[in-house]
């Protein structure tokens, strides 16, 4: 990894944050997936230590999102950090499209007419995701996060499923994967990846995310090097990754507690996404999993018979990486009745591999350096 990560690594140990790494607090939120209620928790200052207080809140399960600041003077959004996405979508408060957009009603939008550094695109643009879409229009501004900004190009979105939109509390995505140019064509889009230019202003391409899955407790994103106070740094491996347009490595082999269920002669990706929940699989591969836990398809397990579930390992680049009964069936309430519930977080779905969700990323450490082509690397480390 670049040498500079010693240096920022040094200095936050010393307590004094370079005004080159930007840290940022991620919160939690249920959504309609399950139908809770939505409690807040106690709330903590956003970017404090860079001048930038914001009080966020949080929320249980399903996403992370953290704030941003776009145009100037700006408005301040909240966004979700996805590492399985490249382009930065918000909804649009301007024009006479936003007043046809029902989402836009209920969540807060960036006005582009309030913003002297806007500079017009319009090119009509829609983004499909494993669930759900977004469709608007393509525009140009400055984006803010403390002291780190960058003039990108995003879309304001006009159009999203309604249904998930009015539980939501998100205003956007903020796509942190590496894809540029022409490989974003595989997402049907021509918007750029945002994180280039952020990671051009920065001593050290790299961001890291730490994701605390319980109830009150919050996240952190960090540009341009890492917080050592959540990890053990010995424990930190580096691997290749696999594609130039999505996070992603190859998974050697799956084991359930000591047997080998999966065993991928030449690999198979996993994609590192932090816009998914939960850790999502091939339907056949999936199924042998559930058939070696005695499990029924589905999510739900028995919450009195979950603590006898072996573990479930990842072989990937050779290193194993495993998760517990506890780091992977959760417990959970039905909708409305609010009985309880559990769940085993594995997802059947065709998606040409696996992709490792937050339910797999929230009990390490990861660290995304930004490389060229297909020289980035990404790192797991235990946490303290």
């Not at 990671?199 to 890492?226: A, H, K, V």
């Amino acid at each position: 990894m670049c040498k500079l990560v010693a240096l920022v690594i040094v200095a936050l140990s010393l307590a004094a944050v370079s005004q080159a790494q930007i840290r940022i607090h991620l919160n939690r939120q249920e959504i309609a997936l399950q139908r809770e209620k939505i409690k807040p928790y106690g709330h903590v200052n956003l970017l404090r230590s860079v001048g930038v207080p914001q009080i966020i809140r949080n929320y249980k399960n399903v996403y992370y999102y953290g704030y941003i600041r776009l145009g100037t003077p700006g408005d301040l959004v909240r966004v979700i950090f996805d590492t399985g996405s490249p382009s930065l979508w918000v909804y649009s408060g301007s024009g006479w499209s936003s007043w046809w957009c029902i989402p836009c009603w209920f969540h807060k939008t960036y006005r582009h007419s309030y913003s002297s550094t806007y500079v017009p695109d319009g090119r009509p643009i829609e983004i499909s995701y494993v669930s759900g879409y977004m469709k608007g229009y393509s525009s140009q501004d400055v984006l803010s996060m403390g002291p780190l900004s960058a003039r990108v190009q995003f879309a304001e979105a006009t159009s999203t499923p309604i249904m998930d939109s009015l539980w939501s509390k998100y205003d956007g995505i903020l796509g942190l994967a590496p894809c540029s140019g022409p490989r974003c064509q595989v997402y049907k889009e021509f918007t750029p990846s945002v994180l280039n230019p952020l990671m051009r202003q920065l001593p050290c391409p790299i961001f890291s995310i730490y994701l605390d899955r319980t109830n009150g407790g919050y996240g952190e994103i960090t540009f341009g090097g890492t917080n050592p106070l959540l990890y053990k740094e010995e424990t930190l491996v580096m691997h290749n990754t696999t594609t130039s347009y999505l996070w992603s490595l190859r998974i050697d082999s799956i084991w359930v507690g000591e047997t080998l269920a999966l065993n991928y002669t030449k690999g198979i990706n996993a994609f590192i996404d932090t816009g998914t929940s939960l850790i999502v699989g091939p339907p056949d591969d999936v199924a042998a999993l559930l058939l070696l836990m005695n499990l029924d398809p589905g999510l739900e397990v028995d919450c009195e018979t979950r603590c006898e579930l072996p573990p479930i390992t990842f072989v990937i680049g050779g290193k194993k990486y495993s998760l517990n009964w506890k780091q992977y069936a959760y417990l959970s309430s039905k909708p409305f009745f609010g009985s309880s519930v559990c769940y085993h977080g594995l997802q059947a779905i065709d998606v040409g591999g696996w992709i490792l969700g937050d339910l797999f990323l929230s009990n390490f450490y990861t660290v995304f350096e930004v490389g060229d082509h297909v020289s980035s690397r990404i790192g797991f480390a235990q946490l303290k």
